[in-house]
C-alpha cells in the first residue's frame, strides 16, 4: 500500500480546487474537479517551467456567490459508513471509525459549496406587465389610464423566465380587522395553472414587493424573518433562505412606525419602498432618511458594505413649502419594463425633483407619469400593483 501522511493536530497542506473553467468568450465550460484537473496535468507543485499556471486578479464586475451543500458526495445506495471505509482503506493508522461516521455524516450537509450568481432577471430585462383585475374592479379609472400609458409603450413579448413560488400570506392581510383583506389573498398556484406557467416552490412565506434584485442579490428587509417566525438575523434562516432563492440575500433593517392598524402605518415591510437598483453597482434609495435619518444611514451603510454606491433621495431641503410626507415617499416605487420607466406622480412640488433624482439614474431610460395619489394613499404605488417578467 502507497504510504499515507498521517493526520494529527499540527498537521496542515495547502491547495486549490478548481471546480469550473469557463473559456474568455464563456461559450465553453468545464464543469468538475477531473474535467478541470486534466489542463494542469503536465505540472507539479515543484516543477520550473516558466509556463506555470499562476493565479492573477482579475476583475469580474458585480458578481456574488451562494453557499450549497456539495453534490454527489455519496454515490448512488452509498452509505456514509461505506464511504469513509473506502476514504481510510489506505491508511496504515487511522482513528475509531465510529467516530470518523459521525463526523462525515454531519458534513453531508454542509454548506461549502460556492454558486456563482449572476443571471438575475430584472426590471431593466423585461418586457411584459400582469395586473390584477381587482384593481380594475377597485380602481377602474386609474387602472384605465395605466393600461392606456402601458399600451403606448408597446414593447413585444419574446424569452423566458424561471419562476418560484412562495407563500403570500403577510400579516397585513392575515392580521387586518377588514374582512375583505383576508380573502384577497391570491391563490397563486391557481393562477399560475391559468396562465401555463411552470415554476420551483417553497413553504417560506415572502412578498414580491419585498424582494428587490440588485446585480446578483436580492435585497429584503427583515420582516421576512418575523413573517417566518424566527428572530431578526437568525443565520440558519438566512441560509435557509438563499438556498430556496438560489441567490445570495441582503438583509437591510426595517421598522414599523406607529400603530399596525392605522392606515397610514407602513406595516408592509417592503424593500421596493426603500431602494431601486440603477444598474452596475449603482442603487437609487428613496428619502427614508427625510423621515428617519438613523434608519436610512443604517441602510445605506449595508449596501454600500456589498459595495454599491447609493444615491438618496432628500425633498425636505428642496421644497418651498412643507414636504408631502404622506406621498413622497411613494416616487421610489415606480415601474420599470425595459428602457420604460413609469413613475407616479402626485400634483405636488417634489413630482419635479423626484423625476430629475430618476433620470439621472436612469439616464438611457425614457420617463412616463400617471397620477397616482389615490394608490399611494393605500399604501403603494406602480411597482406594489404590478407584476413585470420577460416573456
Known amino acids: 500500500m502507497t504510504k499515507k501522511y498521517i493526520l494529527y ?9 478548481i471546480r469550473q473553467l469557463v473559456s474568455e468568450d464563456r461559450l465553453k465550460v468545464l464543469n468538475g474537479p477531473w474535467a478541470c ?39 448512488k445506495n452509498q452509505t456514509a459508513e461505506s464511504k469513509v471505509d473506502y476514504i481510510v482503506g489506505n491508511y496504515h493508522e487511522t482513528p475509531k471509525k465510529e467516530g470518523l461516521y459521525s463526523d462525515f455524516s454531519s458534513f453531508i450537509e454542509k454548506r461549502y459549496r460556492y454558486i456563482r450568481c449572476d443571471n438575475l432577471i430584472h426590471d431593466k430585462d423585461t418586457n411584459t406587465v400582469f395586473l390584477s383585475p381587482l384593481l380594475k374592479e377597485s380602481h377602474h379609472e386609474y387602472y384605465r389610464r395605466l393600461l392606456n400609458l402601458l399600451n403606448e409603450i408597446g414593447v413585444e413579448p419574446q424569452g423566458k423566465n424561471e419562476f ?10 392575515v392580521k387586518s380587522k ?24 417553497t413553504k417560506l412565506i415572502i412578498d414580491g414587493g419585498n424582494m428587490i434584485t440588485c446585480g446578483p442579490y436580492i435585497v429584503m428587509t427583515d420582516k421576512v424573518f418575523t413573517e417566518n417566525g424566527y428572530e431578526k438575523g437568525n443565520e440558519s434562516f438566512k441560509t435557509m433562505l438563499e ?93 420599470q419594463v425595459g428602457k420604460n420607466i413609469i413613475m407616479p406622480t402626485f400634483n405636488i412640488e417634489e413630482d419635479s425633483i423626484a423625476q430629475q433624482y430618476i433620470q439621472e439614474a436612469f439616464p438611457e431610460c425614457n ?16 411597482h406594489c400593483i404590478s407584476w413585470n417578467v420577460l416573456i
Open 9 to 17: 493536530d499540527e498537521a496542515y497542506f495547502g491547495g486549490i480546487l
Open 37 to 75: 484537473a486534466d489542463l494542469f496535468r503536465c505540472f507539479t507543485a515543484t516543477g520550473t517551467l516558466k509556463d506555470t499556471p499562476v493565479l492573477v486578479e482579475h476583475d469580474s464586475g458585480m458578481v456574488s456567490y451562494v453557499a450549497m451543500p456539495r453534490i454527489n458526495i455519496l454515490t
Open 367 to 382: 420617463i412616463f407619469k400617471i397620477d397616482s395619489t389615490e394608490i399611494a394613499f393605500e399604501g403603494g404605488a406602480l
Open 178 to 201: 377588514k374582512k375583505d383583506d383576508i380573502n384577497s389573498i391570491t391563490d397563486s398556484a391557481k393562477v399560475l395553472r391559468g396562465m401555463g406557467i411552470n415554476c420551483h416552490s
Open 164 to 173: 418560484l413560488k412562495y407563500r403570500y400570506y403577510p400579516d397585513y392581510l
Open 243 to 335: 438556498t430556496e432563492l438560489k441567490h445570495p440575500v441582503i438583509i437591510i433593517p426595517w421598522t414599523m412606525h406607529g400603530d399596525f392598524y392605522a392606515d397610514d402605518t407602513d406595516k408592509y415591510g417592503h424593500s421596493d419602498g426603500f431602494i431601486r437598483w440603477c444598474g452596475n453597482n449603482r442603487i437609487l434609495m428613496g428619502n427614508h432618511g427625510d423621515c428617519y435619518p438613523k434608519e436610512a444611514k443604517a441602510i445605506r451603510e449595508i449596501l454600500e458594505s456589498y459595495e454599491f454606491v447609493v444615491t438618496e433621495m432628500s425633498f425636505n431641503d428642496k421644497v418651498s413649502a412643507s414636504p408631502c410626507t404622506d406621498l413622497n415617499w411613494a416616487y421610489i416605487n415606480f415601474l
